[in-house]
């Protein structure tokens, strides 16, 4: 089920309960990021994987970094100015909207996230410049048709023109019985020539075991998390030209100053790659 933030905070349906005596991946993500929209199970799983690796709030921050390199690269060098942020999480430092009308003003941006928290926060995206705009879907990158047949998404961005989808920390959270190629690739299908999709994918390529062992303190704590090899994640690409360096460790992806010395200190693949 889709809704805009327009009736929000405080108006619910029924996909649209927190429990907070759970776990949550934008919780736990909001957690690292050092944010104040975290309860105690997210706080307790959290620490728990942080014991495991003891760089994760590095590794959330490295992922938000390419988030702006990336938004930023995409509206300067290829002259994006619409954008489909799934899985966009809490509104933190930087959101998508607030570095791409940085470069441009007239950018336009539609977040989706499935995560009723998300939806109670979502005010902080709506403040667009005035010669851009901004929407929140409340929906699930599961139901592409519902994301791009709804309302909002038409009236916000021309799906005739170019648009980046950002697929940024969220396919890992998808399992593979979800069938997520399938769905990126409905979203994908749906955007013009001209277009490009961004996209960080956590992988255990670098450290399997500290990885897995993560894996397994989610699956205890009801969580999915998928982990994808590099090969598997150049496969969400499927008929799209990867921009230059290609997937790359998320920190070795046109980095702001020196290279970093070791590129695979954060676990995540990132890449860029446009429509043909
Ligand atoms: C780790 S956060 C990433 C936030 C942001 N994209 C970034 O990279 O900084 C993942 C977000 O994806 C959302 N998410 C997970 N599964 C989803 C799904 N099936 N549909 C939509 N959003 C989803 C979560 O609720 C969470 O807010």
Known sequence: MTQDAGALPGDRDESAV??????HSARMYDYWLGGMT???????????????????RTMAWENRRFLGRAVRRLV????????????TGIPTRGNTHEVAQQADPSCRVVYVDNDPIVLAHARALLDSTPAG????????LREPGAILGHPALRETLDLDRPVAL?????????????????????LMAA???GSCVALSHVTADFDPAAV????DAEGEGRMVLVPRTRAEVAAFFDGWEL???????????????EPPADPQAAYYWAGVARKP
């Open 212 to 215: 897995g062992a993560v894996v």
């Open 243 to 257: 921009l230059e360096p290609g997937i790359v460790p998320v920190m070795a992806w046109h980095p702001d100053g």
């Open 18 to 23: 927190i429990d907070t005596t759970v776990a």
């Open 38 to 56: 975290n309860f105690a199970a997210d706080r307790r799983l959290g620490a728990a994987v942080e014991d495991l690796i003891p760089t994760i």
């Open 133 to 140: 705009r901004t929407a929140y879907l409340h929906a699930d």
């Open 166 to 186: 950002m697929l940024l920390g969220v396919l890992m959270l998808v399992a593979d019985a979800d069938r997520p190629r399938d769905h990126v690739q409905e």
């Open 191 to 193: 955007l013009p020539s």
């Open 76 to 87: 300067r060098q290829e002259g994006i100015r619409q954008f489909l942020d799934v899985g």
